[in-house]
């Protein structure tokens, strides 16, 4: 079982979505309209590993409208995605014991 974080507006999203369609058993989240809480965000950060600002959109208006930095503790992370999912890195593929961010696409193949 594959749940897939999903934004349709997003061709990287969408790509990934495509290679797994029909591969894999899989539920399609649209997170920002169903947004992860911060203990959801830390559950799929300790599945994909790295730095917490790995999973950030640094990019993303909202991430310098809120304050943030790359320097930014991993709290303070965590707690914008939750409260502004629009920065969080997209696409996520996860599984019960592992997690991808789809950038490139193919790497989201690497679940199946």
Not at 40 to 57: D, N, Q, Y
Not at 60 to 68: D, S, T, V
Not at 91 to 96: E, W
Request: net charge neutral; with cysteine.
């Amino acid at each position: 079982m594959i749940t897939f974080w999903h934004n349709p507006r997003c061709s990287k999203s969408r790509a990934a979505l495509a290679l797994l369609e029909g591969k894999a058993d899989l539920t399609v989240r649209r997170y920002l309209e169903d947004a992860p809480d911060e203990a959801e965000l830390r559950r799929v950060h300790a599945l994909l590993g790295g730095p917490v600002i790995g999973m950030v959109r640094v990019k993303e208006p909202a991430f310098r409208a809120a304050g943030l930095t790359a320097q930014a503790s991993d709290d303070a992370l965590f707690a914008a995605m939750a409260a502004e999912p629009k920065l969080i890195e997209r696409p996520v593929a996860i599984t019960a014991d592992r997690a991808v961010i789809g950038r490139p696409p193919e790497a989201v193949l690497g679940l199946l």
